[in-house]
């Protein structure tokens, strides 16, 4: 167990390293979000319900969102690319937990898409940022960087066992962004998409933020969204572990594990 | 003779094909065969070469016995242990280096790309920080160890990968072309490593495209083509193959195809090999005669086209030329 937990941070180090110049991902986590936040502030803010919070911590998910849908989408083809696979597969170490380290480095870094937020309101709009449940925010956060690193773990096999699912999955970007509620309440959609919400981690995730920013959520709620958001990220973690096992299989199998 | 009594490795009746895919709006799968019924052993502490043309399955080879890829048929093992079933186990006890740049983390210095590589092959976390050092004293690369991989010459890259593949004390080595693109200074230098390796009593097959670098370093030689072993044996076995042939070597000026097809169909001629080198060409023909090839071969040659003339003994590259037929 320590070993496994050893060798995660090793691989979130090197990946964070690896990332935090990789200009694509620097797209994602801060010039995406940086629009999105200052455009959504811009159009709302006149109005008479509205929450500078809300567009914060939405834009924030985002950016957080986006930075994991490439990153994990890309994740195992990427080593590829770099001829780093091959050494992956064969040494002895768990491919999962390798992965699973890296894609937690990205993950670290999307939370520039946070601070850059926070910036965002503070100081170019000049906003008091206050948060009605600190704690319960804190864990929020948490919950929701976990259930999210989950979701880019469910996307990393599935883009290499099938590339056409791959293709689509960098498509998935803003219809999870609608779907989830992140900068505008899911209620504004037709009333059938609310269970695809549902089975969103993402979905979750903005509910319990949102709720502890504003204090809108009482404790049974927070409960509730918290509850909710581990058990979808849960399920789409258990999910990836069977298909990396068989990512590894096919590829062995197909001789694809190299680009050549 | 294997250099031990165990047998570290060991290939019996190994297939495995590929599927290639052709057309664009009418798409064909056809079936590709890497390796045919492939078998040899190699023995523990043995330095063995697998030597073969562009396409005979070498690198096809180590990736089965490096747990890359799953045999089609057949069974392959690895110091006893089953490649496919024990493919964990396996990788605990070797390394491998494939030719080329690729494989390193670039935007990571030497130094942290040995030690990220330390820890998946699970070397206690307080051997590594010497571990790291002794291996960047073995591949010199100590003094550029801080320095990010990106700003590497190829034979540094490559050193750095053998290295890597130190790490964790394997018993077993697969170097796949270690030396291909390297110049000859890095490349003699990687070959120095090898050596020492060896000596030390490391299990190392090692495949590559210089002949004069299997007959070097080799204890026993593998000779594959179209994914079948065409001949296995001691380099000084497989040069008495070719013991009854001389070489003539004739340096020509603008021979066509047809000329070399009249040199071929000489009853003293064994093979011909046309070298191009700018604007001369050099034939290279493995004779039973020797000398005496050498005045009806230049008159089967237009006159003012011959240049320099030399007869040498065969090497281990003419037994190669002679065993798959060509040259690349």
Request: hydrophobic share 50%; glycine share 10%.
């Amino acid at each position: 167990m320590t070993a496994a937990l050893r060798l995660a941070a090793q691989s979130a180090w090197v990946d964070f390293q690896e990332v935090a110049v990789s200009g694509f991902l620097l797209f994602a986590a801060v010039w995406q979000p940086f629009f999105i936040g200052v455009t959504t502030m811009y159009m709302l803010r006149h109005r008479a319900d509205f929450d500078p919070m809300y567009v914060i911590v939405g834009t924030a998910l985002s950016g957080i969102w986006s930075t994991l849908l490439f990153a994990g989408s890309g994740a195992i083809g990427h080593e590829r690319w770099m001829g780093t696979l091959e050494l992956l597969a064969a040494s002895p170490a768990s491919f999962f937990v390798v992965i699973g380290g890296k894609l937690a480095g990205t993950t670290i870094f999307s939370l520039v898409s946070l601070v850059l937020a926070y910036g965002i309101g503070a100081v170019l709009f000049g906003y008091p940022m206050t948060i009605a449940e600190p704690g319960w925010f804190a864990l929020s956060l948490l919950f929701a960087v976990v259930a999210l690193w989950a979701t880019g773990m469910f996307f990393a096999p599935l883009a290499i066992l099938w590339r056409a699912v791959g293709r689509f999955l960098l498509g998935l970007e803003y219809p999870i962004f609608a779907l989830s509620g992140f900068l505008f309440p899911v209620l504004l959609l037709p009333g059938w998409v609310l269970p695809i919400s549902n089975v969103l981690p993402s979905y979750w995730a903005a509910v319990a933020m949102h709720g502890a920013a504003s204090g809108d959520l009482d404790l049974g709620g927070v409960l509730r969204a918290w509850f909710f958001l581990l058990v979808t990220g849960g399920v789409l973690l258990l999910i990836a572990s069977r298909l990396f096992d068989e990512v590894l299989t096919r590829a062995r199998r197909a001789g694809t594990l190299a680009l050549s | 003779m294997l250099r031990g009594s165990v047998g570290a490795i060991e290939l019996r009746d190994v297939r495995r094909l590929f599927r290639a895919t052709t057309g664009t709006l009418r798409r064909h799968t056809k079936e590709i065969v890497a390796l045919d019924g492939l078998s040899f052993e190699v023995g523990e502490g043995e330095l063995f070469g697998i030597l073969g043309p562009n396409g005979a399955g070498k690198t096809t080879t180590i990736k089965v016995l490096t747990t890359l890829l799953i045999p089609t048929s057949g069974t392959a093992s690895v110091l006893g242990l089953d490649v496919v079933r024990d493919a964990k186990e396996v990788r605990r006890k070797i390394g491998f280096v494939f030719g080329g740049e690729r494989g390193l983390y670039y935007r990571l210095s030497g130094r942290d790309n040995l030690r990220y590589f330390a820890e998946l092959y699970a070397v206690p976390p307080r051997e590594i920080p010497s571990r790291v050092e002794e291996l960047l004293d073995l591949v010199d690369l100590r003094a550029r160890g801080d320095e990010r991989v990106e700003g590497y010459s190829r034979g540094m890259k490559q050193r750095l990968h053998l290295a890597r593949t130190l790490l964790h004390r394997p018993r077993v080595l697969f170097l796949d072309e270690p030396t291909i693109g390297l110049d000859p200074i890095g490349a003699r230098e990687l070959r120095r490593i090898v050596r020492q390796l060896h000596e030390d009593g490391a299990t190392i097959v090692l495949t590559t495209h210089y002949l004069f670098e299997a007959d070097e370093l080799c204890d026993r030689i593998a000779v594959i083509d179209k994914g079948r072993t065409v001949a296995l044996g001691t380099p000084e076995d497989l040069k008495s193959n070719v013991s009854d042939l001389s070489v003539v070597e004739l340096e020509v000026f603008g021979v066509d195809a047809t000329t070399v097809d009249r040199l071929r169909a000489l009853d003293f001629v064994d093979s011909i090999v046309v070298e191009q080198r700018e604007l001369r060409q050099v034939l290279r023909i493995q004779t039973r005669i020797a000398e005496r090839a050498v005045a009806p071969l230049i008159a089967a040659v237009a006159a003012g086209q011959v240049g320099r003339v030399a007869v040498r003994a065969a090497t281990l590259e003419d037994a190669y030329v002679r065993l798959v037929g060509r040259v690349e």
